[in-house]
């Protein structure tokens, strides 16, 4: 099927290569991180006359762990979009010939560092997209397992996890996330026998949440930001959404009550944000909310030497402009006599920078945040 449509069309942005040229690396104008895998059967750096079948390394995976970061720390990434370079492969998974040459002890190390990168993504409180452009096996499927959402492009392509044939387990977390997806029984019959699939039958066992009839990997590019560009802002409450992930992905694994305790605490968290200020005020008022992500309310309270208080109540907005002069200080800010900018810091999360008016008042030296 095509895909929904974001309220804002955004197109594929330049791309930049990692410092390993194994992964590139770029974000839309709406706030999509995409991190694209990109290298041969080898696992090598592509080159021209090759076919990318984004194979990993360990470089590969100290790229994709750089772009994840990248992403993370990116107060205007909404949505981490991640999909392989090229018509035919999404990932291919491990080099085998790289693996070849490696000791068992350094396979283990690989496989341990593959796993603290892939549980990276899970826990960064950001919706991830695997856009699966192609054949997606053996540790490619267990990268796109590591996303929240797979969709994929419609065509003759196979998933599968058939590691069972080189005498070894799906080890960068195949066995354990395949089985919480699927289910025991059907993760069991897959890993054991090792047989490929098609994506119509992933999204049967809900491995695969869509397919889209993109006709051209272009198309299947546009369909894809599309879908995510409904994740974005203004339009979606990114930090709800994050708060949702934190949830489901830390809540499976503790006791239920555990669970309730950790909702509560993030729905207090989005209790106290402008965005659920916006969308229950929006609701009542039968507007559409516009959303600004992680900014609380807050207030400013400043103290004149000679007089009393007076309170500026500012509508913070999300995005932490950095490289910018100012001051960031959690629970008080300092001003220097000079200074040009106010930086302003809730709790939890950085604010955008707001330019200060004149300050008359001599000997004014501290600002307190406090609650409107």
């Not at 019959?189 to 993109?214: A, N, P, Q, W």
């Amino acid at each position: 099927m095509a895909a929904p449509s974001g309220k804002d069309m955004t197109s594929w942005p330049e791309l930049e290569p990692m410092k390993n040229k194994l992964v590139n690396y770029g974000v839309t104008e709406n706030g999509i991180a995409i991190i694209e895998l990109c290298s041969d059967s080898a696992g090598e750096p592509l080159v021209e006359g090759k076919t990318p079948v984004n194979t990993y390394t360990r470089e590969m995976w100290h790229d994709i762990d750089d772009a994840i970061l990248s992403a993370r720390f990116d107060d205007d990434v909404s949505v981490i979009l991640i999909t392989g370079y090229g018509e035919k492969f999404f990932s291919a998974g491990a080099s085998i010939k790289y693996l070849n040459k490696l000791t068992p002890r350094y396979k283990y190390f690989f496989c341990l560092h593959a796993n603290e990168t892939l549980s990276r993504l899970e826990q960064t409180p950001k919706l991830v997209i695997a856009a699966l452009n192609g054949h997606t096996v053996g540790g490619g499927l267990e990268i796109a397992m590591a996303a929240d959402i797979r969709v994929a492009r419609k065509g003759n392509f196979q998933v599968g996890l058939p590691e069972v044939a080189l005498g070894v387990l799906a080890g960068t977390g195949g066995t354990a996330r395949l089985s919480r997806l699927v289910g025991k029984a059907k993760a069991m019959e897959i890993m054991v026998t090792g047989r490929k699939f098609s994506f119509e039958e992933s999204r049967e066992m809900d491995l695969v949440h869509d397919i889209y009839d993109s006709m051209t990997l272009e198309e299947f590019h546009q369909d894809v930001l599309d879908y995510a560009g409904r994740f974005t802002l203004p339009f979606a409450a990114a930090k709800a959404i994050g708060n949702i992930k934190r949830s489901v992905q830390s809540g499976l694994e503790i006791p239920l009550e555990y669970h309730l305790a950790l909702e509560r605490e993030l729905q207090s968290d989005l209790f106290q944000s402008n965005d659920a200020k916006e969308g229950i005020k929006a609701y009542v008022e039968t507007k559409t909310p516009r959303f600004e992500g992680n900014s609380p309310s807050a207030g400013i309270l400043f103290k004149q030497p000679t007089g009393s208080p007076f309170k500026i109540i500012i509508r913070l907005s999300p995005n932490l402009t950095s490289g910018k002069k100012g001051w960031i200080i959690i629970g008080s800010l300092s001003l220097s006599k000079n200074s040009e900018m106010i930086a302003l810091a809730s709790s939890s999360f950085f604010t955008k920078i707001i330019p200060s008016p004149p300050f008359p008042y001599k000997g004014l030296t501290t600002i307190s945040l406090c609650t409107p």
